[in-house]
């Protein structure tokens, strides 16, 4: 049975937004609780008409709002991540704000959490994003509380900025040079993470497992790259960089203003193949079929809406 009372960090992003639906839909009229914290309350506008769905304005990152926050819930979801930034950034949210999360947890008498991690997560990986994803696992392990842990794959969805992305791009460019060409994926819908979630906060016998989030299917990026500019109606010819310039070119992108493309550290995590181990339980384990990126994509990526695409997207990203 779902907890009816659920703090959900991260809630007003891609991934919360998908799983607020499922949780509100799964409720029905049973009298869900779901606070969402956010640092400023028009970033959940897309949520707060919904059901039980209680907008916060608050920082994760202040223990004392924290604790606010955390008041009386039965459990909590963790979904704040980021892909950019430097050292001191990904130690404050992927291993500080778990830290915290679980003293506050501990302190507030909330014993179940559900957190999304990445594939590739390791002590030792090549990037900073997977490092600290793999010590932020470690923080809440040690915590001692009722623990499950998702690693999906990339997530690709009608709002994702992935391949929204590259097709937006080959709308207004006539070829593509792109870096990590050859790095392999298993892109996972962004409805069936939302769907692992639910069900594992529905299912107690879940604490204390790891589950990766893949899809059916492995694909390069310059597949998917091909597939987002063939599905939007405006392919282009894609290029792979050798690393040197890859390297490069991932520089000069992070030279430019708002939140880069691509990073060099982006290029470190795609030495790790974000693809499923097959050592660990998978979405089939949770009574979920995932679906496939080339039967979802089709219906989002519509001819015609590339140029004004890639102008949300770096509006959202400045």
Same mark, same amino acid.
């Given at each position: 049975?779902?907890? %009816?009372?659920?703090?959900?960090?991260? =809630?007003?992003?891609? *991934?919360?937004?998908?799983?607020?639906?499922?949780?509100?839909?799964?409720?029905?009229?049973?009298?869900?609780?779901?606070?969402?914290? &956010?640092?400023?309350?028009?970033?959940?506008?897309?949520?707060?008409?919904?059901?039980?769905?209680? !907008?916060?304005?608050?920082?994760?990152?202040?223990?004392? %709002?924290?604790?606010?926050?955390?008041?009386?819930?039965?459990?909590?979801?963790?979904?704040?991540?980021?892909?950019?930034?430097?050292?001191?950034?990904?130690?404050?949210?992927?291993?500080?704000?778990?830290?915290?999360?679980?003293?506050?947890?501990? +302190?507030?008498?909330?014993?179940?959490?559900?957190?999304?991690?990445?594939?590739?997560? #390791?002590?030792?990986?090549? #990037?900073?994003? !997977?490092?600290?994803?793999?010590?932020?696992?470690?923080?809440?392990?040690? #915590?001692?509380?009722?623990?499950?842990?998702?690693?999906?794959?990339?997530?690709?969805?009608?709002?994702?900025?992935?391949?929204?992305?590259?097709?937006? !791009? +080959?709308?207004?460019?006539?070829?593509?040079?792109?870096?990590?060409?050859? #790095?392999?994926?298993?892109?996972?819908?962004?409805?069936?993470? $939302?769907?692992?979630?639910? &069900?594992? !906060?529905?299912?107690?016998?879940?604490?204390?497992?790891?589950?990766?989030? $893949?899809?059916?299917? &492995?694909?390069?990026?310059?597949?998917?790259?091909?597939?987002?500019?063939?599905? $939007? =109606?405006?392919?282009?010819?894609?290029?792979?960089?050798?690393?040197?310039?890859?390297?490069? %070119?991932?520089?000069?992108?992070?030279?430019?203003?708002?939140?880069?493309?691509?990073?060099?550290?982006?290029?470190?995590?795609?030495?790790?193949?974000? *693809?499923?181990?097959?050592?660990?339980?998978?979405?089939?384990?949770?009574?979920?079929?995932?679906?496939?990126?080339?039967?979802?994509?089709?219906?989002?990526?519509?001819?015609?809406?590339?140029?004004?695409?890639?102008?949300?997207?770096?509006?959202?990203?400045?």
């Amino acid at each position: 049975m779902t907890p %009816q009372h659920i703090v959900l960090l991260g =809630g007003t992003g891609f *991934v919360g937004r998908a799983l607020c639906a499922e949780l509100v839909s799964r409720a029905g009229a049973g009298g869900l609780r779901l606070v969402v914290p &956010t640092r400023r309350l028009a970033h959940g506008r897309a949520i707060q008409c919904l059901p039980g769905v209680e !907008l916060v304005q608050a920082s994760v990152h202040d223990d004392a %709002q924290l604790a606010r926050v955390l008041a009386g819930a039965q459990a909590v979801v963790n979904l704040v991540a980021i892909l950019q930034g430097d050292d001191a950034a990904f130690t404050r949210a992927h291993v500080e704000l778990p830290r915290r999360l679980a003293a506050a947890c501990r +302190q507030a008498g909330v014993a179940r959490l559900v957190h999304v991690s990445a594939l590739g997560v #390791s002590p030792d990986a090549p #990037s900073r994003y !997977l490092r600290s994803k793999a010590a932020g696992e470690q923080a809440l392990r040690d #915590s001692g509380l009722a623990l499950t842990l998702l690693r999906p794959s990339v997530i690709f969805g009608a709002e994702d900025s992935f391949l929204n992305l590259f097709a937006a !791009l +080959q709308s207004v460019a006539p070829f593509v040079p792109l870096a990590g060409a050859t #790095s392999r994926f298993q892109p996972v819908w962004v409805h069936d993470v $939302a769907r692992a979630i639910a &069900t594992c !906060l529905e299912r107690p016998d879940t604490a204390g497992l790891t589950f990766e989030c $893949a899809g059916p299917e &492995t694909l390069t990026l310059a597949d998917l790259v091909r597939l987002a500019g063939r599905l $939007a =109606g405006h392919p282009r010819p894609v290029i792979g960089l050798p690393d040197g310039l890859a390297r490069l %070119q991932a520089m000069l992108m992070e030279w430019l203003p708002g939140e880069p493309l691509m990073s060099r550290d982006n290029l470190d995590s795609m030495k790790v193949p974000n *693809v499923a181990t097959g050592t660990l339980p998978g979405l089939q384990a949770l009574g979920i079929e995932p679906a496939s990126v080339h039967a979802v994509a089709p219906g989002y990526l519509a001819p015609g809406q590339g140029p004004s695409r890639l102008v949300r997207w770096r509006m959202r990203h400045r």
